[in-house]
């Protein structure tokens, strides 16, 4: 007596090219009809074993996920990207090029658009690092149009959304960048709420900077959300110290005048 059966083979193959890893899933199903006796491999999936074969049905297809959700270097898309994607199809923008550096800024970060960068110079010669801001292009669309010393004071107001993204063009010890961040904040907040420059030593996990290292400070009114170098991510919640950072990379002393000057000409062309 004949009765029907169903045949299924599943096939995972992971393999690794020169520039990426892949996840390729394979899985195939077909329906055949054999004889009891026909002695095939064949074989039937019983009710007690379908839970099984759907669950193995939903790891393949979450690593099939996993693997387009991902970069061609096989790791997940940062939130500073170059590449906006809409649909399958990718639109690249080209980053900006620090000059004095040559550190590559992506032209998106955490939802906003890069509009300027500079580079930090101590002792008149070494480039400790690269900086650049990324402004919300709504939020300044009311005030892009208007005379240089009203686009400063806009600046200066940390209620005006923007990231601060900091790369370094050379290594450096933790406590050294710290003392530097610190140095500049302290005699802007005249003395008041300086608990939350502890706050920030806390926020940089006890590793020394490498050239590369990256670290982001996402500025919202009297909030402060930081992502430290190894990506590990706080809040300061203090308008005195947010004030003080802005001052610190936007006001007439700031520490780098050319991101500054380059940030001011960038907002125009938001």
Known sequence: MNSSRLLISRQSHLFRSSSSRRIVAARSISSSSSSSSSGTA???ISSSAQPAAATAILIASALLYANNSNNDYGAPLSMCSAAARLGAEPTMLS????????ILFPRLCNGMTFVGCGV?????FVKVYAVGTYMDPLAMSVIKDQDKPQLQKALLDPTYPRTIRIVMNRNLSIEKYTAAIIEALEPRMKGQDLESLEEFKKLNPPVDLIEGAEMEMTVRGDTLLYK???GGIGQIRSGVFTSALCDVFYGSEAVSPGHLEDVLKGVKKL
């Open 42 to 44: 064949a074989y039937k």
């Open 95 to 102: 980053p900006a090029t620090e000059p004095k550096t040559g």
């Open 120 to 124: 930090r110079v101590k002792y008149g």
């Open 228 to 230: 430290n170098a190894v």
